[in-house]
């Protein structure tokens, strides 16, 4: 699986919009960036994946280079609850989840 | 999402003993599971995938013997921390994910002390 490269804290105000971003130059063609946050001592939160398209939920949007070596994690009107470590991971899509291998992530705090 | 269960939430066990910790999928059958270990400020750490009805894949550097993993059937995997030392205490944490889906779930986790 490719390696990823995460700024290690970021802060960003209540109620305004959270861009994290992450690069993943190594990244292979078959390869699909999954984001994943961990809201302190609670098991990991599946957020969004995507492979080359822009992808939208409801509680994100995944931003893709179209040269596919970086990304960006949007998170249009951050709250209070969205303090937590977000990890970006690049794997290949496995059937049944797969197992995961994370970095360090980066620590995001919403302040009021 | 898919809901995993760990149970339980936290542990307190003696230097020795052994700790059993349980990983439940409550809406769907896991054909895989996965428990990881975090230690304070730092990220989680792929312990073993743990396959139902077969033996676990332990990665490199974790002792098979010493952190048991059983999957009897397809929503429940367990841990057994055997012979527990203050070393071990951390996070646990499993994870699983429907077959047809790509996303991993994860259990809530369990934090274990050992005095």
């Known amino acids: 699986d490719a390696k990823t490269t995460q700024p290690t804290s970021m802060d960003c105000a209540e109620g305004r919009a959270a861009n994290l971003p992450c690069n993943h130059s190594?990244?292979?063609?078959?390869?699909?960036v999954y984001w994943y946050r961990q809201i302190h001592s609670q098991g990991p939160q599946y957020i969004i994946h995507g492979l080359k398209n822009n992808e939208t939920n409801e509680m994100a949007s995944l931003i893709i280079t179209e040269d596919r070596k970086s990304s960006t994690l949007i998170l249009p009107h951050a709250t209070l609850r969205d303090t937590a470590v977000y990890y970006c991971i690049v794997r290949v899509k496995a059937v049944g989840g797969g197992k995961l291998i994370f970095g360090q992530g980066t620590e995001l705090s919403v302040k009021p | 999402g898919a809901v995993v269960s760990q149970h339980p939430s936290w542990v307190i066990c003696k230097s020795g003993t052994s700790v059993k910790i349980e990983c439940r999928s409550l809406?769907?059958?896991?054909?895989?599971m996965f428990w990881y270990r975090q230690f304070p400020k730092q990220s989680l750490m792929l312990m073993a995938t743990s396959n139902e009805g077969s033996k676990a894949t332990y990665e490199q550097g974790v002792e098979k013997d010493k952190f048991l993993i059983n999957h009897a059937s397809l929503t429940l995997s367990t841990l057994t921390v055997t012979s527990a030392h203050p070393e071990d205490s951390s996070f646990y944490i499993c994870?699983?994910?429907?077959?047809?889906?790509?996303?991993?779930?994860f259990g809530q986790g369990t934090r274990l002390t050992v005095v």
């Open positions: 994870s699983a994910s429907r077959q047809e889906n790509t996303e991993a779930f």
């Open positions: 190594t990244i292979s063609g078959n390869e699909y």
């Open positions: 809406d769907f059958q896991a054909t895989t």
